[in-house]
């Protein structure tokens, strides 16, 4: 038989597949990559579940570590959101979906590695050009774009072969992860309508507010309320915390690598709230050109990430810069959680550059007098005075 690796995460669209390559005569080996956000017990079901839709084997790959060192670590090192709105959830971990299921393939001697990605979307893009670029020999199949599927198509052709599904939440695409999860359904297709409130995974628990303190060394997120763990753990720790306030909901509008415009519903409770804290912690310990170059080299890091770029030798420079830019970047910052929001309350750092003993803005100054803050502000505008004596006769 024709021995073929599926990427499959137990939802609607890798389901149609598991189905329809089996039935076609492949010999169908699942893959299901762990990149967070799953209990031991949902792997469980998802193996199950793969079991019924006909394939040969099943198999998990825990990447949540990998995943957190490869990619998140630089994301939050960037502090990149994109279009200021989304943390890169899914886009993300996809990158790293591809690779590790690129390598199980190559490690069974499959000759198909299949997807099932639409062909309207970002992610047949990332799964495709990994796939291609790490294993060329390998053909690639894709039942749900080459067929132009819709979500009510997949379902009718499942229940005709006798597989049932919860059919009301498989109206929505929900993508799970550690950095986040993106939500996608009939209100994101078109421009005017919010998400439900019921198509978040995670509903308001919690009404009094509290006050979670997140610890940084050298960016990266190492202990929350005082107890360390590893950043990934926190992540997950910080997100249970957090998502008890639905706090992290979006919608996110942007162009997608296809070209048209694309919007989806996420919640990412963690990502944003350990964006927001690591980003106030730099602009105490940054120097401004530190911060301003750190801008565009982030947004581009972020923009070829989400283009599934991952591979290019630049992502890895750009990886050192911003591995660099992060010395100094340790202290804690205090975070107050309350219902559908969060806020940033303050920051402790031994290398906060806003020290009193250099004086405080718009109070005092301790590091020079007032002489020589007159001739540094003469010096500072004589560009500007000269181009305009210059250009005021014309």
């Known amino acids: 038989m024709k021995k073929l690796v599926i990427a499959y995460s137990g939802g609607l669209d ?44 099943y198999q998990n790959i825990d990447a949540i570590q990998s995943y957190y060192q490869k990619v998140i670590k630089y994301l939050i090192y960037g502090n990149v959101l994109k279009n200021n709105t989304y943390p890169l959830s899914v886009s993300a971990e996809r990158i790293i979906q591809a690779i590790e299921i690129v390598q199980y393939a190559k490690s069974i001697n499959a000759q ?15 799964f495709d050009m990994i796939f291609q670029t790490l294993a060329p020999e390998i053909e690639i199949i894709t039942p749900i774009r080459d067929g132009k599927l819709t979500r009510q198509e997949e379902i009718d052709y499942l229940k005709s072969n006798g597989i049932e599904m919860p059919w009301d939440k498989a109206k929505y695409s929900i ?27 995670s509903q308001l628990k919690k009404g009094v507010g509290e ?8 960016g990266e997120f190492v202990a929350l309320n005082s107890t360390k763990n590893s950043p990934e753990k926190n992540i997950e720790l910080l997100n249970k915390l957090a998502s008890a306030y639905a706090i992290g909901r979006d919608i996110h509008v942007g162009d997608t ?41 982030s947004s581009f890091y972020g923009m070829h990430l989400h283009e599934g770029l991952y591979l290019d030798p630049v992502m890895r420079d750009t990886e050192a810069f911003l591995e660099s830019s992060q010395a100094k970047v340790s202290g804690n910052v205090v975070v107050s959680l309350k219902p559908y929001h ?44 000269i181009y305009q004596q210059v250009n005021s006769e014309s």
Not at 31 to 36: E, I, P, Q, R
């Open 211 to 218: 006050k979670v303190i997140l610890s940084f060394e050298k």
């Open 342 to 385: 969060f806020m940033l309350d303050g920051i402790e750092s031994k290398h906060d550059l806003m020290n009193a003993k250099f004086g405080s803005y718009g109070e005092e100054n301790k590091g020079w007098t007032a002489e020589e803050a007159k001739g540094f502000i003469k010096i500072f505008g004589n560009q500007n005075k």
């Open 175 to 201: 993508n799970q992860g550690l950095w986040g999860t993106s939500v996608g359904g009939k209100e994101t297709l078109t421009s005017q309508n919010p998400l439900p409130e019921s198509a978040y995974p």
């Open 257 to 297: 690598i296809v070209g048209i415009k694309g919007r989806v519903g996420f919640e990412a409770a963690a990502a944003l709230i350990i964006i927001k804290a690591h980003h106030l912690l730099e602009k105490h310990t940054l120097t401004k050109w530190q911060l301003q170059h750190k801008e565009y080299l």
């Open 14 to 57: 890798t389901s149609y597949c598991a189905v329809s390559l089996s039935k076609a005569g492949y010999e169908v080996h699942a893959v299901s990559v762990n990149t967070g956000g799953f209990t031991s017990e949902e792997i469980k079901k998802i193996e199950a579940k793969a079991l019924k839709m006909g394939v040969a084997t």
């Open 112 to 126: 198909y590695i299949a997807h099932g990605s639409t062909g309207a979307g970002n992610d047949q893009v990332r």
